[in-house]
């Protein structure tokens, strides 16, 4: 019936859409004048002053201040209150639980890290999501009532078939079929499960070097190697969620492995991922390898390979690059991507150097020839993108003026 309370249209979606453009031009220029907020969104000075008098009156905006320095009267000044909700991410691996809050804005406001180490995990895991989810909403100044919506990065994916973690066998503690019950009969919040790399193109695509791309690869080497793939803006999960677990592709230069998921490992694994830099790099004749997990001892001889302009620690880039490659350009043969991101310790500490070298040899190796560029979000990227996550769906819900 034409009138009716949110038909397309009407004054009161009119509104809520205006509310929602004025929003987010504040999370993307910060503090804002009436005047500004009326030109980038095209609205009049009344317009727009209505619609900071009811985002403000809705607890949405804060008037924060005035403009100084410019010729004429000062200006007031608005910005997104920060204290409008707050989301959560925890990034899991077998070694510990990282978890942070961030309030509407995007800031992190608290954050705390929960060793677990060991084969078996030290308490049961509903126990060790909640521990770190407390350390880190105390941090805050804030309590798990707070926090609107939570969403968690694993190895490997939750099967949305069964609800079982699959392609994480290493990760203690996680595959009891009853595990999202459990946590959603005890979490008072919205919970979304992803996987981590899957987050890692989720922080890269809002905040960093994959700005802008609606399609892209992106390569992860760290304590594993793997993938994660946007199509159309989207990211593409694969039926099972296994979609971008290229640790598995059988490549040249490895023994073919069979029952991958037993063995846990596959030929770009064994090929080109971490634990295979200090293997490559005795058989190259690099003397002064360090000792420690492999994914530091790999990120720390790639970094002084990319320093190296000879000799064997060269000789180790070059042939890292080129098994790099041979994974990628089975990659981008079947996907065509515009753009490939290389992120993880054990890429993004080659640096340029890596990257030109990649490309390069991905140019002779596939038919299409996307750009290759290194991360930009370096510091903690799973749990960043499990924040960027939360924060968009959250952003959904409380700027949503309409209801």
Same mark, same amino acid.
Request: aromatic share 4%; hydrophobic share 40%; charged share 20%.
């Given at each position: ?322 098994? &790099? *490659?041979?994974?990628?350009?089975? =990659? @981008?043969?079947?996907?065509?991507? %515009?753009?490939? $991101? /290389?992120? #993880? !310790? ?18 002779? &190796? *596939?038919?299409?020839?996307?750009? =290759? @560029?290194?991360?930009?979000?370096? %510091?903690?990227? $799973? /749990?960043? #993108? !499990? ?17």
């Amino acid at each position: 019936m034409a009138g009716t309370a949110g038909t397309p249209g009407t004054p009161r979606v009119l509104r809520a859409m205006n509310d929602r453009a004025a929003l987010d031009l504040l999370l993307e220029h910060g503090q804002l004048s009436r005047t500004r907020i009326g030109k980038l969104t095209g609205l009049s000075k009344p317009t727009a002053s209505q619609l900071l008098a009811r985002l403000e009156a809705s607890g949405l905006v804060l008037a924060t201040g005035t403009s100084e320095g410019r010729p004429g009267p000062n200006a007031q000044l608005y910005e997104v209150n920060p204290a409008a909700a707050y989301a959560a991410g925890l990034d899991v691996t077998p070694e510990r639980v990282r978890a942070a809050v961030a309030d509407i804005t995007g800031r992190t406001v608290g954050s705390y890290e929960l060793p677990t180490p060991g084969r078996r995990p030290a308490q049961p895991v509903v126990r060790q999501v909640t521990d770190a989810l407390d350390g880190a909403v105390k941090a805050a100044g804030l309590t798990r009532d707070d926090v609107h919506r939570l969403v968690i990065a694993t190895p490997g994916a939750f099967d949305p078939n069964t609800g079982r973690l699959r392609y994480a066998s290493h990760l203690p503690g996680w595959h009891a079929p009853t595990l999202l019950d459990e946590l959603a009969a005890i979490l008072p919040m919205p919970v979304e499960y992803e996987n981590d790399v899957n987050l890692v193109a989720v922080a890269e695509q809002r905040l960093g070097a994959a700005r802008g791309h609606g399609d892209f690869v992106l390569l992860w080497n760290e304590g594993g190697l793997g993938a994660a793939l946007v199509l159309g803006g989207r990211l593409h999960r694969g039926w099972t969620g296994g979609a971008g677990e290229v640790g598995f592709l059988p490549v040249p230069g490895t023994p073919l492995v069979r029952q991958v998921s037993k063995a846990g490992s596959g030929g770009y694994q064994e090929l080109a991922g971490s634990q295979a830099l200090p293997r490559l790099a005795r058989e190259l004749g690099v003397q002064d390898i360090p000792s420690g997990p492999y994914a530091e001892v790999a990120a720390t001889l790639v970094e002084r390979a990319a320093e190296a302009e000879d000799g064997p620690h060269r000789r180790l880039l070059e042939a890292y690059a080129t098994h &790099l *490659a041979t994974g990628l350009a089975s =990659l @981008v043969s079947v996907l065509d991507p %515009e753009l490939v $991101v /290389l992120s #993880g !310790a054990s890429l993004t500490s080659g640096g340029e150097p890596l990257r030109a070298l990649v490309q390069a040899e991905l140019e002779e &190796l *596939a038919a299409s020839r996307p750009r =290759l @560029v290194v991360g930009d979000v370096r %510091e903690h990227p $799973v /749990l960043r #993108g !499990a924040l960027e996550s939360a924060l968009a769906a959250t952003r959904d819900e409380v700027f949503d003026t309409s209801r």
